[in-house]
Structure formats: structure tokens, C-alpha cells
């Protein structure tokens, strides 16, 4: 089992900047991509930016050249930059992550695990 532990959610105002984190822990073995999700009040989760082996990052077209998502892989950590920030950033945001996990005796399994969300709010 893997557990991803987001933080960073907060309310900032239009034009403003924030730094999301999330954490895997747990039976991680190596993780392949990590990625940050958004959903809105009344819309569906949407993907936001993912990065995954050797670095290649893809990102929402609505979110490109204003969020820089990163990972700390001795941390198991992905980070998701945020920059001028407007109202329709504002969702919660889910982390996400795949790879391989320990399952007992040795052996591994693959993982897909999601985080609890964290709320952003943009507003003045």
C-alpha cells in the first residue's frame, strides 16, 4: 500500500503564486509518474500536470507557462508550482502516483494511488 499526503492548499489572491507538495510513503519500491489533478465545484477532475521517468512533464494547455511541476525523487516527492494564479484555479487538487510496491515475501505489485486533496482558492 502507498499513501500520497498532499500539502501547500490555501486561499491567494488573483496574480498570487503557491508551491504544492505531495508525499508518497509507504511500500514504495520505485515510482514511474506522479502527476496533480484538479476538480472544481461542479465540473469534473481534470488533469493538470504530470511528470514522469526521465523527466518528460505534460501539462493542461489552461496551465502551461504559469504551473512547473517537479519531483525530489530520494523524497518521493512531487511539486506543483503555481503562478498567476486567477478564479478559475481555484478546485481541489489531487496527487497522484504509479509505480511498484512491495506486497510481502519479496515480491512487488503495481500501484496507482490518489491523495486526499487539497483545496485552492483564488480570491480576492
Known amino acids: 500500500q502507498v499513501q500520497l499526503v498532499e500539502s501547500g492548499g490555501d486561499l491567494v489572491q488573483p496574480g498570487g503564486s503557491l508551491r504544492l507538495s505531495c508525499a508518497a510513503s509507504?511500500?514504495?519500491?520505485?515510482?514511474?509518474?506522479m502527476g496533480w489533478y484538479r476538480q472544481a465545484p461542479g465540473k469534473q477532475r481534470e488533469l493538470v500536470a504530470t511528470?514522469?521517468?526521465?523527466?518528460?512533464?505534460n501539462y493542461a494547455d489552461s496551465v502551461k507557462g504559469r504551473f512547473t511541476i517537479s519531483r525530489d525523487h530520494a523524497k518521493n516527492t512531487v511539486y506543483l508550482q503555481m503562478s498567476s494564479l486567477n478564479s478559475e484555479d481555484t478546485a481541489v487538487y489531487y496527487c497522484?502516483?504509479?509505480?511498484?510496491?512491495?506486497?510481502?515475501?519479496?515480491?512487488?505489485?503495481?500501484?496507482?494511488?490518489w491523495g486526499q486533496g487539497t483545496q485552492v482558492t483564488v480570491s480576492s
Open positions: 497522484n502516483a504509479d509505480g511498484w510496491a512491495g506486497s510481502g515475501y519479496g515480491a512487488r505489485a503495481p500501484f496507482v494511488s
Open positions: 509507504g511500500r514504495v519500491l520505485s515510482i514511474t509518474g
Open positions: 511528470i514522469r521517468s526521465g523527466g518528460i512533464t
